[in-house]
């Protein structure tokens, strides 16, 4: 049943595609890397058509790159690429990274236009979204001086077309420069994933080093002895968030695959095990966003269930459960509560609700088997 769900996931995706324009939407135009890989997915499967939708779709969201600083703006309106808010967030940044990794991996689509634009991002990132500790940031605001007090304001649209010296003559757009542990997940995830698709070349090792770096302080500095994932390095509330514990406990999944290190193996498994306990609800069937806040009160303390949470959470159990020197038993544990979660959110109306927004949804089915790929009809 499972296996059709996803069938029929896939094909309404299809009601949102953009044949002339290229992705999903019509009205905002989003980069959506979890959707591009999707189709190389199904096009892996031997559907043609899913292909050129996904070279598309990369070839136009090409605009969204800024051509000085590199990095991916958030969207564009108007129904066109060439339109863009220029907002730089973290996770627009690793899904596209995501996509090209699997792009470069998919014979005959991969472009080395598709290299050049993922090193433009790693580019920016490496600039803008990283600390001198080589930890990764959050996001870049739009516009110049649209938060700081008594800043001088210059308009995004107005600022991105100047270069880069005279960019740097008026300042730099606000950085969020926190670290967190969801953000720097992500990036460290996206970039080891992308350094897989590069084999040999000497690249591979740079960005391998950078992540590896990132990991290891990120072990002493947010993640407790019981794999509990800290939001932040200081420790000022005892909330703990689900996503920071999914994005991180993946990208340690993702090392140990990459670079064979059992360590890293062995500290995805403790977060895997802290994030079960922390976050279950048993009887939903599915993970809290937080644990319980002691500063809430009110509405504010109302505890939530969130779909893309969980497919991140089913994302990370159900690579988990692959990697190399997990134990028999635990890999069925680990592709067992994968399954059970997906299942859970496999309501119609949940997924109606998402929107064109479901591609990371498929991407984890596919992750713990439950695509049917080789049956008739299967997308």
């Not at 790159?65 to 060439?82: A, H, K, L």
């Not at 002493?220 to 968030?241: F, K, N, Q, W, Y």
């Not at 064979?260 to 939903?284: C, N, S, V």
């Not at 064109?356 to 991407?363: F, H, K, S, T």
Request: proline residues 4%; aromatic residues 8%.
């Amino acid at each position: 049943l499972m296996g059709w769900v996803g069938v029929r996931v896939v094909r309404d995706l299809d009601l949102f595609y953009d044949g002339d324009q290229g992705g999903w939407g019509r009205g905002q135009k989003l980069p959506i890397g979890g959707n591009i890989e999707v189709e190389l997915l199904r096009g892996a499967h031997g559907d043609a058509a899913a292909l050129r939708r996904a070279r598309q779709s990369l070839d136009k969201q090409r605009a969204l790159i800024d051509p000085v600083w590199g990095g991916m703006y958030q969207y564009s309106v108007g129904g066109v690429w060439n339109k863009p808010h220029f907002e730089k967030r973290m996770p627009i940044q690793t899904e596209a990274l995501h996509a090209y990794a699997r792009a470069l991996a998919t014979p005959g689509l991969g472009e080395s236009q598709d290299r050049i634009d993922a090193e433009r991002i790693i580019q920016y990132l490496h600039s803008f979204l990283r600390n001198r500790d080589g930890l990764y940031l959050v996001s870049q605001d739009a516009d110049l001086g649209g938060h700081e007090k008594d800043a001088r304001f210059v308009d995004g649209h107005i600022y991105y077309e100047l270069d880069d010296a005279h960019r740097r003559e008026l300042g730099i757009p606000r950085i969020d420069d926190h670290v967190y542990s969801y953000e720097n997940g992500l990036a460290i995830d996206a970039i080891a994933t992308f350094a897989a698709r590069l084999g040999s070349d000497p690249r591979a090792g740079e960005l391998l080093q950078a992540v590896q770096r990132a990991a290891e302080q990120l072990t002493r500095t947010h993640v407790e002895p019981d794999g509990t994932v800290r939001r932040e390095a200081v420790v000022t509330s005892s909330l703990r968030c689900l996503a920071d514990a999914a994005a991180l406990g993946r990208a340690f999944t993702v090392l140990a695959t990459v670079t064979g290190k059992p360590a890293y193996r062995q500290l995805a498994e403790k977060i895997a095990a802290a994030m079960w306990t922390h976050f279950f609800d048993a009887k939903a069937g599915l993970l809290w966003v937080g644990t319980v806040d002691p500063a809430a009160s009110g509405v504010f303390a109302r505890r939530e269930h969130s779909f893309w949470q969980n497919t991140l959470a089913a994302r990370f159990l159900g690579e988990l459960a692959v990697a190399p020197g997990v134990g028999a038993p635990q890999r069925v544990v680990y592709r067992t509560r994968a399954r059970a979660l997906l299942t859970t959110l496999s309501i119609p109306s949940e997924l109606a609700a998402q929107g064109r927004l479901l591609g990371d949804y498929v991407l984890a089915l596919d992750t713990v088997g439950l695509l049917p790929w080789s049956k008739p009809g299967a997308p």
